[in-house]
């Protein structure tokens, strides 16, 4: 059975946009609001300011979260010695970062260096997890569970490594035919695990029962390769990205069932982070980067590099965020663990969008 589609809404999302002032534009940023920057929302034609998606949020009566701008100016920038990191160098990018959730003074990372470790701010490295000992193989995702006390770690190649915390290997095994682009553990059964791949399958596996590489669960197959599969914060639901122009919603409990669709255009580039959809922390809702793409079905003319924010159970697109000033491809979205914060990498930089920041604009 072919998975569903859900129905393009009418209505066209608000775009928040953060206000760039008149002097700083080019005359070609000078065209009308209504066709460069500006898309309406439902109701009365009006303009959006940048705090209607956490007023949004706010209506759903949370208490009011710590912002992550209030703890910089705490830190006293620009005064206070911050840590660094020394950089690998050329080629030796990071491909996947998680905090150690027992000791938030130490990371884990993956890189195409070839290794899988553990680090902390100073530079040192703690612990090696894996090394491919050549730089023709690399790793590629990791994720980390304090509750089992595991790191999976996979590489370029389609093996994916588990470990425990004390670094000893318990299994190696090649799981996919091709690059292992993601790997998530199931925030509330760690034991479920989801692997995504450019061979364009997810797989889901149970980590007590795996004997090898057919031992998965579930296949999902995708029409084109896949850049991440997201567990929902209640483990309910997995979010997947292809390198298209589809996200896709499944049922941690129907597996079986054709998952819902969500038309996005996000397609691949050789020199772009690929784009990944993820979930609010507290919410149902999917935040993913936009790049325009003039051959999908409903791109316009002028069409914006927004951050796009949907509603997980309708599809529904519910807000746009934009900023003028930084108009470039926003890959990856990561908001903090109150959900108030959004940080958005794109290249070089990283914003920061904030519920705080947002309030004094107003």
């Known amino acids: 059975m072919a998975p569903r589609k859900r129905p393009e809404t009418q209505k066209t999302p608000e775009v928040v946009v953060r206000p760039k002032s008149k002097r700083n534009r080019s005359p070609r ?15 009365p034609s009006r303009r959006f300011d940048s705090g209607c998606l956490w007023a949004g949020l706010a209506s759903l009566r949370v ?13 006293k920038l620009g005064t206070a010695a911050w840590p660094s990191l020394q950089q690998i160098g050329a ?40 090394s491919s000992g050549t730089c023709n193989f690399w790793f590629c995702s990791l994720d980390v569970s304090v509750k089992s006390r595991v790191v999976v770690t996979g590489d370029n190649v389609g093996n994916v490594i588990l470990l425990n915390m004390d670094g000893r290997e318990l299994w190696n095994l090649r799981m996919h035919k091709k690059k292992v ?27 007590r029962q795996v004997r090898g590489k057919s031992s998965f669960l579930y296949s999902l197959l995708h029409r084109h390769p896949v850049n991440a599969a997201h567990f929902s914060p209640d483990g309910a639901q997995l979010l997947t990205t292809d390198q ?28 772009l982070t690929p784009i990944k959809a993820t979930w609010h922390p507290r919410y149902n809702l999917i935040v993913v980067g936009r790049y325009p793409d003039p051959n999908f079905k409903s791109c316009t003319s002028h069409e914006l590099r927004t951050i796009d ?13 934009y900023d003028p000033e930084s108009s470039g491809i926003m890959s990856l979205n990561e908001f903090n663990p109150m959900g108030d914060t959004l940080a958005s990498v794109m ?14 604009r107003k």
């Open 181 to 207: 682009t993601h790997v998530a553990l199931n925030p509330c059964c760690d034991w479920f695990l989801a692997t995504a791949s450019v061979d364009q399958t997810v797989k889901i596996w149970d980590l």
């Open 309 to 321: 924010v949907f509603d997980g159970s309708s599809g529904k697109m519910m807000y746009q965020l």
């Open 29 to 43: 940023e000078l065209e009308p609001e209504a066709k460069k920057l500006c898309l309406k929302g439902p109701g």
């Open 244 to 271: 298209k122009s589809e996200i896709r919603v499944y049922s941690a409990s129907q597996w079986d069932c054709p998952p819902s669709l969500i038309p996005h255009p996000h397609r691949h580039f050789q020199h």
């Open 347 to 360: 290249g070089y930089h990283i914003l920061i969008w904030s519920q705080e920041e947002a309030g004094k």
């Open 91 to 130: 080629g030796g990018s990071i491909t996947g970062l998680k905090f150690n959730p027992l000791n938030t003074n130490q990371f884990f990372t993956s890189s195409m260096e070839g290794t899988t470790r553990l680090q902390d701010f100073k530079g040192n490295t703690l612990r090696v997890f894996a």
């Open 63 to 75: 208490p009011p979260p710590c912002s992550i701008i209030r703890a910089l100016h705490q830190h």
